[in-house]
């Protein structure tokens, strides 16, 4: 536990009461954002939070003086949060998500998304970094999310009912129609290729071996990572609605006979970012209109 800083941890959240750190974080944040409503939420994954720089009347909030918050250990995860406006949409921006091989547990890494959620967004925008276990894919395509398989630890659901939440969210469909077809038509709009597939969640941090991603690949998989998936769940239980992008960085293991890194990763998000950007930008400004 942090004294200077409450109910916040570092890593797995032991015996906390979960309903209680999201209300802190809340209230915390109601109190900076002085009444701002965001209509979505972005989440925005490694290498791809320049986007934070693209808001309009920004303020910007350090998760460090939020309560509750998590702490991210990972290169290219910057720990704060952006409220604004995107392309005229009132919007609030995650720019540093925590992932559950940094040692939280699942009710911290999806601490954030609730407490969005409980702000009042009506969307949630989730971006990640992939590896192309489609054997069509390149590095720095950018695959709209259609569906996931999850296959990480556990549910970011487990244990008690948190408030504003339903016990058995649908997942017939995670990842909003509606919403990809309006980000499909942004994308050929601005000639931006975009490939549709679905997203495996693993645990990591190790990256997958030749004979999981050829077991990945039969299941159905299109790319995987180690991220999104918690987030999306914890979304769907507020009844949010979501739409993901990938950025695939790499072939996964077993493709390419080169290993697999780190920096290779931040390496590609960075060359496709204004592309990336236009992308999520004509997206939410699509989105308005269909969330009002």
């Known amino acids: 536990m942090d004294d200077r800083n409450p109910g916040r941890r570092v890593g797995v959240t032991g015996s906390a009461i979960v309903g209680e750190r999201v209300d802190a974080a809340v209230r915390a944040l109601r109190e900076r954002l002085e009444g701002f409503e965001p209509l979505v939420g972005v989440v925005l994954g490694s290498g791809l939070g320049g986007l934070a720089e693209r808001f309009d ?95 990480m630890a556990r549910s970011p659901l487990f244990g008690p009912v948190v408030d504003g939440e339903t016990r058995w969210p649908d997942m017939f469909e995670p990842y909003d129609a509606e919403l990809r077809t309006a980000l499909r038509r942004v994308a050929r709009e601005l000639r931006i290729p975009l490939v549709d597939g679905t997203y495996a969640g693993l645990l ?51 493709i390419s006979p080169e290993p697999l890194r780190h920096d290779e990763v931040l390496e590609t998000t960075e060359r496709v970012a204004d592309s990336f950007q236009a992308l999520i930008l004509g997206g939410i400004g699509a989105f308005g209109s269909l969330l009002g």
Do not use: Q
């Open 204 to 254: 990591g941090p190790s990256y997958e071996t030749p004979a999981e991603i050829r077991a990945l690949r039969r299941m159905g998989a299109d790319a995987v990572g180690m991220s999104t998936v918690p987030e999306v769940i914890a979304a769907r239980a507020y009844g949010v609605r979501c739409v993901g992008v990938s950025c695939i960085t790499n072939p996964a293991a077993g």
């Open 57 to 151: 009347d920004a303020r910007v909030i350090l998760a460090s003086a939020l309560p509750c918050w998590p702490a991210s250990t990972v290169e290219g995860h910057e720990g704060k949060l952006v409220a604004g406006s995107l392309a005229g949409v009132p919007a609030i921006g995650l720019s540093g998500r925590v992932h559950m091989y940094e040692g939280h547990a699942p009710e911290d890494v999806v601490l954030p998304v609730r407490v969005l959620a409980r702000l009042g967004i009506r969307a949630l925008v989730v971006s990640n970094a992939a590896g192309g276990v489609n054997l069509t894919f390149e590095p720095g395509d950018l695959m709209l999310i259609a569906d996931h398989i999850n296959l």
